[in-house]
């Protein structure tokens, strides 16, 4: 919250200026940032001046009496005054958007920027501004848990928030076994699968002799299935 910020949409009557023209001009003529109180100070002559314009006299009653119960577009706000002789003007709600910039919220019609919330996580902040999510060889989108969500589907993202990026992942053979080695392994595979399978037929032939009754044929036909699918 504060009384002015450069970032108000606003524009003085008298000058034409927006709160952030004078911000820049003021800079350039003191080198100093301007604050509340230089703003303020210009608002005040502005106000003067239509005050003395509406009036059409530089009576001090005359122009007192503008003061008191009219408003002025001044680059401090919509100014206007209470009984008093106090500012009625609304003190102004801040905040950061991603870009790390000041944008005034609120009052609504002065507003410079749409109210950021939820308020994004540190992991989100840091991804959007400091991380290689946006900026790298592979870009993407920050997600809310500080994760890229990458622009093409043949990369992942890696990292949070800081560390965020996306990866490309080349198309590759993951297998990492040669042709040649593909070869002998399916010969290998042919000659254990062909023998499971004689073995089977032979028990399954000669399940009646006494040799093959005394090792159990359902057993022998087990070992041999086995051994196939340990070949897989």
Known sequence: ????????????????WSAMEFSELFLATTQ???????????????????????????????????????????????LSFDVNGQSRAPSLHLQY??????????????????????????????????SKCLTGGETGVCQEDGTCKCDREDAISSGVGLS?????????????????????GYMLFAIQASLSLACTAWAVHF???????????????LVAFGTFLMSL
């Open 32 to 78: 100093r940032t301007s604050t509340y109180h230089a703003a303020s100070a210009a608002a005040s002559v502005g106000a003067l001046v239509q005050a003395i314009e509406r009036a059409e006299s530089f009576d001090v009653e005359a122009v007192s009496n503008v003061l008191a119960s009219q408003e002025f577009s001044t680059l401090y706000g919509l």
């Open 164 to 184: 965020a990026k996306c990866v490309y992942i080349p198309n590759e053979d993951l297998s990492y076994v040669a042709t040649p080695l593909l070869i002998v």
């Open 97 to 130: 958007n991603k870009d790390l910039a000041v944008q005034t919220v609120y009052p609504i019609e002065f507003r410079s920027a749409e109210l950021v919330y939820p308020m994004p996580t540190w992991n989100a902040r840091d991804c959007n501004m400091l």
């Open 1 to 16: 919250v504060s009384p002015w910020d450069p970032s108000l949409d606003m524009q003085d009557e008298v000058v034409g």
């Open 207 to 221: 399940r009646n002799r006494r040799i093959v009754k005394a090792s159990q044929p359902l057993f022998l036909c």
